[in-house]
């Protein structure tokens, strides 16, 4: 089972092209965290906007710079059935320990119970590592049923579901028709600690990139039956991953970072950062939030 929290780390670009130093640097902070590892080629990372020789590079990155006891799941789904079955067994042989593989999408009408069962045990049968199913409605406009993640929860190799939506009980029935040893994975910070509640073990946040440290304790509070204060922080995050992600979203995330410590940058284009008044914004917020920053007084 996958336990703890990851970041979907945001991809570095200077001049619009990929900075593997930075993104080595910012590895070098977090991997002085208790991070469990990493997502590479998440939304965050801006995959769609990646070729698939700087996925591969990406990964391969990654896992040299990271621990053997960080786990790395790399983002491998496309419509195509095909290509996500190539890319994730080239992901395998780069180092990868798990696929992450987004809901097919672009013929949403056909996108039902039998399609999703088809696309999944294809690739499952076929991925030489175990693969996560990526439930997230706001980006592709569908929405992967309990009743079927049950059923694809039948196969060996399929072990586990992020969950990007923000509605518990969706979260709460999936966990409650699928086996204990079925990794249920909360997908953004802001319902990390109702997720837990329902019966999540572990977290793929964005708020992780810029705050990997409050997201670990609400996780380690939670366990510690600190419930209380668990839900506290859990608060006092919700204004930050609101602006990280529904608010400015991966523009905003990589902003924050850059207050944070990190190097964020600009995401490519035809993405744009943000204006001073909006990064204004954002350092209010994390100040607001009690996270540390390199903001002058």
Request: proline share 4%; aromatic share 6%.
């Amino acid at each position: 089972m996958i336990k703890g929290i990851f970041p979907p780390v945001t991809t570095p670009f200077i001049n619009d092209e990929i900075s593997y130093t930075k993104l080595v640097e910012n590895l070098e902070k977090w991997n002085e965290t208790e991070l469990a590892g990493y997502v590479v080629l998440g939304s965050n990372g801006e995959s769609v906007y990646l070729t698939r020789e700087e996925k591969i590079q990406l990964i391969e990155t990654v896992r040299k710079n990271t621990p053997k006891s960080k786990k790395l799941i790399a983002g491998t789904g496309l419509d195509s059935i095909k290509e996500t079955i190539s890319l994730t067994n080239e992901a395998a042989d780069s180092g990868a320990d798990f696929a992450l593989i987004l809901t097919p999408s672009f013929f949403k009408s056909g996108m039902k119970h039998d399609a999703f069962l088809r696309y999944f045990v294809e690739i499952a049968e076929k991925s030489s590592i175990p693969i996560i199913i990526y439930n997230v409605p706001k980006f592709t406009g569908v929405n992967i049923e309990a009743d079927t993640v049950a059923k694809l929860a039948e196969h060996p190799n399929i072990i586990g579901m992020k969950n990007s939506s923000e509605n518990v009980a969706h979260l709460a029935e999936v966990i409650h028709k699928t086996p204990k040893k079925f990794s249920n994975i909360v997908g953004t910070a802001s319902v990390l600690f109702p997720g837990l509640c329902v019966g999540a073990k572990a977290g793929i946040l964005a708020l992780a990139n810029c705050a990997p440290n409050e997201c670990v304790k609400i996780l380690k509070l939670y366990n510690d039956n600190k419930i209380t204060e668990a839900a506290h922080l859990q608060k006092k995050l919700i204004d930050l991953n609101k602006a990280v992600t529904a608010k400015y979203g991966v523009a905003g995330l990589k902003a924050v970072m850059d207050l944070a410590g990190y190097f964020g940058g600009l995401p490519r284009s035809p993405l744009s950062g943000l204006k001073d008044e909006q990064i204004e914004d954002l350092k209010n917020i994390l100040v607001n939030a009690d996270i540390e920053t390199t903001i002058e007084s």
